[in-house]
């Protein structure tokens, strides 16, 4: 049931991945720019990410077979409102690849996220219709917000990291429930994601 409302969602709510995956490559090219406003854009392009999923998935599809989707999109809402006031409003958000383990880890995650988190369900035997794409499935979109979260300039926000960390959990939970095989991906990548942030924060202190 759970992987064939993704099949009805993609179906219903087509093209919009293909716009999604074209804001993805769209921050690939503004991680090279080093202009505030390109920050502001990729903030912009997340919250509208997260937004979308709350209201499509969460709220409208996932609410019809699990209570619990509706306080999953209110707090799918809630990021994006974070990341529109610290990235669009205020301007904090400066997002850089660096040449550090973290740097690297926070590129790679992201790119996990657009091109090969897609390809797993149908690698595990699934239909291409229930791939679950960035920008308009849950999963793809919180891998790759906590990756570009760590190529954000300055202290690390945590204030930013919890919500995506919160979705990792209940994520993989679901899919470890479900004995699916790819349950570890989510709660891997976040670990990651924490150890590396928690090891930016004391070297910054050390500093």
Known sequence: TYYRLFELYNLDIWPAQIAALALGGAILLLLR???PWAGRIIAAILAAGWLFVAWEFHSKRYATINWA???FAAGFAAQSM?????????GHLRFRPGRDLTGRAGLCLFLFALALQPLIGPLLGRPWAQAEIFGVAPDPTTVATL?????????????????????????????WTMG???AFVMPAATALVVALAGWRSLSARAR
């Open 82 to 90: 974070l990341l529109i006031w610290t990235g669009v409003v205020s």
């Open 33 to 35: 720019r080093h202009e």
């Open 147 to 175: 990756g570009l979260l760590l190529l954000a300039k300055g202290r690390v926000r945590w204030e930013l990291l919890l919500i995506p960390v919160l979705w990792a959990a209940i994520g993989g939970a679901t899919l």
């Open 180 to 182: 699916a095989p790819d």
């Open 69 to 71: 989707a509706t306080y």
